[in-house]
Nanobody, 124 residues
């Protein structure tokens, strides 16, 4: 059974940092591109960042570029999202997702697996 389990969310003041982690099990992790997406109340789910199955190039939404960093550890089957200089508009549920043999480019659909999400709240 495939599981993606996010952790690391919480409440932080604007300008602060959080590090999210997604632990994967039940799948050949190194074969999957890993994504972070987020969904704020009343808004559509949006792409945040991604890293392809092969590692290397990473992709970011314009709103987080320069502040967030995605990384993966294939030995530990984890993908992390380091979030710096957080803003109130970053408040959302953050979810990780996996795409088999994915390139990591932003997409609206076609994810193979999803996690349950972790709440990030940034106070002003």
């Amino acid at each position: 059974q495939v599981q993606l389990v996010e952790s690391g969310g919480g409440l932080v003041q604007a300008g602060g940092s959080l590090r999210l982690s997604c632990a994967a099990s039940g799948l050949p992790f190194s074969n999957y591109a890993m994504y972070w997406l987020r969904q704020a109340p009343g808004k559509e789910r949006e792409f945040v960042a991604a890293i392809p199955w092969s590692g290397g190039s990473t992709y970011y939404a314009g709103s987080v570029k320069g502040r967030f960093t995605i990384s993966r550890d294939n030995a530990k089957n984890t993908v992390d999202l380091q979030m710096n200089n957080l803003k109130p508009e970053d408040t959302a549920v953050y979810l990780c997702a996996a795409v088999r043999w994915g390139s990591g480019t932003p997409r609206r659909s076609g994810y193979d697996y999803w996690g349950q999400g972790t709440q990030v709240t940034v106070s002003s």
